[in-house]
């Protein structure tokens, strides 16, 4: 019987959020990939648990890769991916233990988000596992930001598509896991309390604003050519890339700053479309975090 699971998380500039985060993990396999390079948070976090395994990054990896990096390094095969504002409490980990020991044919098992929507599921579910599909991402059901992955059972061909820097990498693995008819169970006795958008520093809000314009809209029409073609991701995004060029010229010509988001909008919509890298990376001055790691 199984009574433990690994834990990975991708942090960047998470140093506001993550010691709630990890405080609820102890006595779990826990692996923290940094892709803002702060040694600074290494010290904080190992004070708090020195069995934690932290991988600093000298680059940004971004959601996929950095997950990617983290499950090659943990110690068991039922790994949790959680993002550094979500919290999973000691009655809900237990939960997620039972699952796995009761559920033995997951491939990606997905706590609920602890709202009414999800209530109302679970309780028309019998409140049983529920088997469901790549839809129910970003439904109000489930989210990214707690999967459990069953690593035996998935392959190293169903994790992250490393394409995507961040968003719909989620929606692409479960997409991956149907397509290869793996089972995928919503969970109706195990939440999770996602904070949201609070996994970095509140000063680099409009920075991370404008990097989240590009990857979103990447993510959504890497994911839609990749699986659907190019005609559907055009009939899905095709008015937004319009829009985006029209809304960037507007706030450009009255000189406001929020033509820099649709800007970014743009470029991340065509940069998919034109099958280019997922390129950006959020243009945050790291001066201060290098002089603190020199003084560790």
Known sequence: MKNTFSVVIVTFHSEEIIESTIKDLEGLDIVVIECSNNLKLKDKILSINKDINFIPSSDNLGYSAGNNLGIKNTKYDDILIINPDTILNNRNKKSLINYIN??????????????????????????????????????????????????????????????????????????????????????????????????????????IEISRQFHWPYGNVYFYIKHFGYLYAIKKWGRKFISSIFKTLIYFLIFNNKYKIYFSRFLGISSAFLKLKSWYRPKIKTDEIKQKNKNI
């Open 102 to 207: 009761t559920i033995d044919d997951y491939g990606i098992l997905c706590p609920n988000l602890q709202s009414e929507e999800c209530f109302s599921f679970s309780k028309k579910n019998n409140f049983l596992p529920t088997l469901v599909d790549w839809k129910s991402i970003g439904g109000g059901l489930i989210s990214g930001c707690a999967l459990l992955l069953n690593k035996s059972k998935l392959g190293e061909d169903v994790f992250f598509d490393e394409n995507i820097f961040i968003y719909k990498e989620d929606t692409d693995m479960i997409k991956r896991a149907n397509d290869k008819n793996i089972n995928v169970y919503y969970l109706p006795n195990c939440s999770v309390t996602h904070k949201g958008t609070s996994s970095h520093n509140k000063k680099y809000n409009f920075e």
